[in-house]
Every structure is written in structure tokens, then in C-alpha cells.
């Protein structure tokens, strides 16, 4: 096998945007290394046409934008590229690296507004009476994890690091730390509750004999609890236990179960975005795509205009009074 091809370091500008987004923004190891990855492709492509992030033009930016593009990068992804780049030009204008901005000038690719993936509720249930059947402590350990992401809505980062301590009293609310290190108050279910309680006694199974944890899903391996991406693939074979597609069921789409049926059950916009910790209220109104069905049957069925129009129409080749 050939050996890996390395990146070159970042730039000392973008080692400092990096730096700033962590001290002063809260950004995740995660997106600080989603980002560096970003700005590291595009000062290699820079590099190619003897330029640099500090002195990079407009027309550098946009041909940088359409080799994205020609390589197939999906519109969403370059969008996410761009959005990087413009923060980055922003904060070396701001911190007086250059004096000017170019990346204001790239207009955003064209998006189609992608709709959330939504299990049934027929469909969770299904998922969650499939982890009974898995082994001892692992289906506990599974029921759990299902119960909490299907009834708070956590993100899958937030449900796989929650400290032991958070449910050590049998809490009626969860404190999520989430991003940009903000807290948020988030109702536990009371199923949620009891798979909790039941978990708690054979938690230790997961542990080697005589260590302790933190964490409320601890493991042995090096973060010291269930990773995200251990976590996907036992989602993955409740979903094969429970007769449901695998590709229909992630982290994520548990969590848009629990927007969308806590909406279509009558919950207001705003509730749902606190719980989910949206700081924008246009990104949790994407969930009200599952109401458009059930309201247009309502109206359907319900509105008198609509029961007048179904009716059959009237002969008006017959003078009126003629029957």
C-alpha cells in the first residue's frame, strides 16, 4: 500500500483563525478540524497557482469554488466550503493580515432545500422493543441511548459524553453543555427515566474490573466513553433486528423524530428549538414539512368548500324543479 500523502501545515493565518474559533467561539475539536481540513485543501490549491491565503485574489476564489464543482462536490458541501472562506477572509481583515476581503465578493452555489429524514412512530417503537432482544448489557446499554436521543433530541456528540452525574438522581431535566459550550434545559421522559434506572445497575460491565467513569455510556477504549461512530453501527443492526432499511437510520434521524413528531403532535416552533438547542429559529422551522400532509388532508375532509366540491355536480341541462 502507498504511504498516506500528507498535508501541508496551515498557514500561520489560518492556524490563527483556528485558534480564535476555539478561544473565542467554542468551536468543537471536531469543527476545528473539519475547518482546518477545508482551509488546508484551499491553501493547497492556492499553492498550485503560486498564491497565498494573504494575498489571494477574487478570481483565485472563484476557480478554486468551480474546481470544487468539477471534482463533484454536492452544492451543499461547497456552500460549507465557502461559508469557511468567508469567515476566514472576514478575520484576517479584522486582525489586519490584508485589508481587503475577497471571498465577499463569490456568490453562494444554488441549494435545494433538503428535507430531514423522519422515522414513524411506529417505525422508533419498533427500533427500541429490537434492542430487548440484543445481549445482556448491550441491549440495556442500547435501550437507554434510544430512549434519551428519541425523547430529548440530543445531538449524537451530547448523548455519547453525558457525564454519569447528570443522572444520578433520577432527573426530571437534562443540562446539556452543547455548542459553543452553551447550556440548555431539556425534559426527561419517563421511559427515558426507567431505561435509565435500569441501566445504571450493569453500567459496570462496561468497565475493566476496579476502574471508574464519568461517563454515563463509558468504554474502555481511548475517549473513555461509547464513541459516536460505535454508536451508528449498533444503530445499524437494531434497525436490521427491527425490519427497517439501515440507510433510512442514523443518530441524526432520531433526532428529526423527535422535532417532527413533538410538532405534528401540537408542540410550538419555539419549545422544539430551545430542546434542540437551535440558536436560529429558521433552521428547527424545516420540521414543519410533516405537517403539510396532515393538514391538507384535514382540510380535505374537514373544510365545507372541499365537502362542497366532492360532491356530485349538479345537472343544469334540467330546469330547476325538475325532478
Do not use: C
Not at 445531538?155 to 452543547?178: F, I, K, M, Q
Not at 450493569?202 to 474502555?220: D, I, K, N, Q, T
Amino acid at each position: 500500500m502507498a504511504p498516506r500523502k500528507q498535508r501541508a501545515p496551515l498557514s500561520h493565518e489560518a492556524e490563527a483563525f483556528i485558534e480564535m474559533m476555539s478561544a473565542e467561539r467554542g468551536a468543537s475539536r471536531n469543527t476545528q478540524a473539519a475547518y482546518s481540513a477545508d482551509l488546508g485543501d484551499l491553501e493547497a490549491f492556492l499553492a498550485r497557482r503560486k498564491q497565498k491565503a494573504a494575498d489571494a485574489d477574487a478570481e483565485a476564489l472563484r476557480a478554486y469554488l468551480k474546481s470544487l464543482d468539477y471534482v463533484g462536490m454536492t452544492p451543499r458541501t461547497v456552500a460549507r466550503r465557502l461559508s469557511v472562506m468567508r469567515q476566514f477572509f472576514r478575520f484576517m481583515v479584522a486582525e489586519h493580515m490584508r485589508a481587503d476581503d475577497p471571498a465577499s465578493a463569490l456568490d453562494s452555489p444554488r441549494l435545494g432545500r433538503p428535507l430531514p429524514k423522519v422515522l414513524s412512530r411506529a417505525e422508533v417503537d419498533r427500533l427500541i422493543e429490537a434492542t430487548k432482544d440484543m445481549d445482556g448489557a448491550d441491549g440495556g446499554r442500547m435501550a437507554t441511548l434510544l430512549e434519551i436521543l428519541y425523547g430529548t433530541g440530543l445531538r449524537v456528540s451530547e448523548l455519547v459524553t453525558l457525564p454519569l452525574a447528570a443522572v444520578e438522581r433520577d432527573p426530571t431535566v437534562l443540562v446539556v453543555r452543547g455548542k459553543g459550550d452553551k447550556e440548555r434545559l431539556v425534559p426527561l421522559s419517563d421511559p427515558a427515566r426507567a431505561a435509565i434506572a435500569a441501566w445504571l445497575p450493569v453500567r459496570g460491565a462496561s468497565l475493566a474490573e476496579g476502574e471508574s467513569s464519568r461517563h454515563l455510556f463509558p468504554s474502555r477504549g481511548r475517549t473513555g466513553h461509547l464513541t459516536r461512530q460505535r454508536f451508528a453501527q449498533l444503530l445499524k443492526e437494531a434497525a436490521l433486528a427491527a425490519g427497517i432499511d439501515p440507510a433510512r437510520v442514523s443518530p441524526h434521524v432520531l433526532r428529526h423524530a423527535f422535532a417532527s413528531h413533538l410538532l405534528e403532535g401540537g408542540a410550538d416552533l419555539r419549545s422544539v428549538q430551545l430542546m434542540l438547542g437551535h440558536a436560529d429559529i429558521a433552521t428547527t422551522q424545516i420540521y414543519t414539512h410533516v405537517l403539510d400532509e396532515k393538514l391538507r388532508t384535514l382540510v380535505q375532509e374537514k373544510h365545507p368548500l372541499a365537502r362542497r366540491r366532492a360532491r356530485r355536480p349538479v345537472d343544469r341541462s334540467r330546469p330547476p324543479g325538475d325532478t
